[in-house]
């Protein structure tokens, strides 16, 4: 037995919903740190939790594209994490919206100020918002609701949610880190990716039509 045989045998037994109950401990943990002021959260805790929970739901984001190269290079199917992956990075941005707009600017009014005057939040607003149906639709019912095909042109939207999400932490950082534009270039990678591997599969079925006519 191959490994990628062997590794599909185990993503059979082990189900997907662990991923959600680590992804609910993290942000407890990490909101209880900050909370107490430990760590990395002694100095401007709201700050530092803000944007730990937006990073979290950025690796998050990326780990989702990468499960269809995995699949396409190795042959291992992951996708039935991938909902798992996708809601709870959705609950890592909802969190990092909330702590921004409760904890940090703390009115609404401020909320809106700031998504119009400052472009990185503009953007990471937008991809909040472009999430939102992402996340309301990410279950059996709304894919028989909609059906493949409209369901999957919906969660396309997943390549702009996720530049944008990049974009957005490139434009908050101060200086030139090396980590946002790290998470950047792995981002336009996996889309490159996606493009060229639609494009040679769109190629291959032409071709495979054109010699069956």
Known sequence: ??????????????????????AVVNLLWEFW???????????EPINVLERQYGEI????????LFITPIRNWTGVNLVK????????AFLFVLAHFLVFAVLDVQSVSRVVTEVIKRPYVTVGF??????????????NRSIRKLGPVRWRKLHMLTYPIVVL?????????????????????????????????????????KRDASASS
């Open 81 to 88: 994490y991938r909902r798992a992956i996708g809601l709870s």
């Open 33 to 43: 740190l900050a909370l107490n002021g430990l760590r990395q959260y002694a100095v």
């Open 126 to 139: 937008a991809a909040f918002v472009l999430l939102i149906p992402l996340a309301v639709t990410s279950n």
């Open 1 to 22: 037995m191959t490994l990628p045989a062997r590794i599909n045998g185990w993503v059979r037994v082990v189900p997907a919903w662990p991923i959600y109950i680590l």
């Open 165 to 205: 999400s990049g974009l957005h932490y490139i434009w908050l950082v101060k200086g030139w880190p090396i980590e946002p534009f790290a998470y950047m270039a792995v981002i336009l990678a996996l889309l490159f990716v996606r493009i060229k591997w639609t494009g040679i599969r769109d190629y291959l079925a």
């Open 57 to 64: 739901a950025l690796i998050m984001l990326i780990a989702g």
